[in-house]
């Protein structure tokens, strides 16, 4: 790094229009770079330059560089600028020079992040599709034409192989008239879905509801992303291509997960909520980011002795406790831990992170105050990234441990006040559906519990955005699983309850005013 470049005081680089820098992308083993072209000290905006090589760019050659276009699905030469939070230029990065500015600050995408790559990734991914299904999608993604399958219409341009499509379709029929399906979102694994995933060139992400088979191979499916519900599959074969695997559901205590095609590193995400944590016989991959979510307890010391690899750590609670935190300093490649709604540790515990030396980020969210402000004081100023927000003390847990809205409590934007009346809606409501067993019954709770935030919405300036209308949808099914599914059936199918979760949810949107 050029010796007069300038920090900020504690070691941490400052961006300045016009400088270069140089990074690793590791999805692809090579050195992408981009520009900055304005620190203002609210915000940097940076544009991403036409380079991808085994090494970093030299410095005579930054005037030559021009700039990177997105090409793939919807894109049209897209330049890439994007503009992020005032944080300092990560330690990873190499600053190679400056020069004058290669295009006007002026930006409208927003991340929370500094590149990593991702963008010259999906360009190499979509560059290396047949060239006659890429021109189609081109052709046919703005287009309003439609396709008749066995007597119902279907756009052309649909982006996703869903319920409606699926159980249209037979055996005999291909997804060639639908060159924009990129992915397929279904219930029931079937001979017809085996084939399409194997033919239908763009389709490279899967999301499979009920499979309803117990070995599930999926190796000669091109596939990159996988978000399987393992109820009932003992076996899971992976394909080579693999980049991220998501499971939730019951997980069956043996599965085995074949891995034999497979190479490098994925993502691997498991819901706690009906598994326990295991590698599930994966030798051949491995972990570079690992989430683990609904966590009731979690014992660090078995995510070390089972994923020793995992480059990034998510972890979140239902809420939930972690006990052995101090393993955490045994994940020695870990770069960034992410942890919210987890207790049961102290500063003691966390002193552990002391141990990375590769650590890059830290979020810690809904956390025992004690570990909270030792982190702030500790890796202040220290990291690429640090966020410790909404701090807990043992009172809070007790009163929001059964609460979903409890990450509203402390949030700027949402009235305290409206949070209060929020946590008593939904503990009003849950003794109401508790009591209710007949569907007329359902019906009049759900309507109050919409209608009251139709009130507070009103009330508190219309608070309620995109993330808020998801967390009171979201509070409404677990009402429903705890309080209806629960009683009704033992969690059995939501068909022998008096309401589906679909019709609950149907009923919302039809009371719910401008949310």
């Known amino acids: 790094m050029d010796k007069k470049h300038r920090t ?13 820098y140089a990074f690793y992308v590791d999805m692809l083993g090579r050195y992408g770079a981009c520009q900055i072209l304005e620190a203002d000290g609210e915000g940097i905006c940076y544009v991403l330059l036409d380079y991808l090589g085994a090494a970093p760019p030299e ?82 993604i703005n287009s309003g034409d439609n396709v008749c399958v066995h007597g119902r219409m279907f756009r052309k341009n649909t982006g996703g192989l869903r319920d409606e499509l699926y159980r249209c379709l037979t055996g005999e029929d291909t997804l060639e ?24 060139p763009l389709l490279k992400t899967l999301r499979l509801k009920k499979a309803g ?64 944590l295991h590698r599930f016989g994966m030798e051949r991959v491995r972990i570079r980011e690992l989430g683990l979510d609904d966590i009731a307890e979690l014992d660090m010391e078995q995510v070390l002795g089972q994923f020793p690899e995992a480059e990034n750590l998510r972890i979140s609670g239902k809420p939930g406790s ?28 966390v002193e552990a992170l002391e141990r ?57 934007f949402i009235p305290r006040a409206a949070y209060q009346s929020a946590r008593k809606c939904y503990k009003d409501t849950k003794k109401l559906l508790c009591q209710t067993a007949d569907r007329a019954g359902i019906e009049e709770v759900v309507r109050r ?12 300036e219309e608070f309620i955005e995109t993330q808020e209308r998801e967390d009171i949808f979201m509070a409404m099914q677990k009402l429903y699983e705890d309080c209806v599914l629960e009683r009704e059936c033992g969690q059995a199918d939501e068909k022998a309850a008096p309401m589906t979760l679909s019709e609950i949810w149907d009923m919302m949107d039809e009371v719910r005013e401008d949310w």
């Open 356 to 412: 990375l030396d590769e650590l890059r980020e830290l979020d810690f969210d809904s956390i025992p105050r004690e570990a909270g402000l030792y982190l702030k004081k500790r890796w202040k100023g220290k990291l690429d990234r640090l966020c410790i927000a909404h701090l807990r003390d043992g009172d809070w847990l007790k009163e929001n441990l059964e609460n979903p809205l409890r990450h509203w409590d402390g949030n700027e």
């Open 177 to 200: 008239d639908f060159p924009c399906i990129t992915y397929a979102e279904v219930e029931g694994y079937s001979e017809k879905l085996a084939k399409w995933l194997c033919t239908a």
């Open 449 to 460: 519990y919409t209608e009251h935030f139709n009130k507070l919405n009103k009330r508190y």
């Open 322 to 349: 972690v006990v052995h935190m101090e393993a955490v300093g045994g994940l020695r490649g870990l770069r960034s831990l992410y942890c919210r709604d987890l207790f049961g540790y102290g500063a003691a515990d």
């Open 213 to 276: 088979v117990e070995v599930l191979d999926l190796g000669k499916a091109p596939l990159d992303y996988l978000e399987l519900d393992m109820g009932g599959i003992r076996r899971l074969v992976l394909p080579g291509t693999i980049r991220s695997l998501s499971m939730h559901g019951e997980v069956h205590p043996e599965l085995q997960v074949d891995d034999s095609l497979c190479s490098g590193k994925i993502d691997l995400y498991l819901s706690l909520r009906k598994a326990s």
């Open 8 to 20: 900020d005081g504690r070691g941490q680089r400052t961006a300045k229009p016009g400088e270069i």
């Open 59 to 140: 410095a005579d050659m930054l005037e030559g560089l021009g700039l990177y276009h997105q090409e793939s699905f919807r894109h049209h030469h897209t330049i890439v600028k994007t503009r992020i939070e005032n944080t300092p230029v990560p330690r990873d990065y190499q600053y190679i020079g400056s020069c004058g500015l290669k295009s006007d600050p002026r930006c409208s995408t927003y991340s929370w992040k500094w590149p990593a790559g991702e963008v010259y990734y999906h360009e190499e991914r979509w560059r290396a599709f047949d060239g006659d299904a890429r021109a189609a999608y081109k052709k046919y």
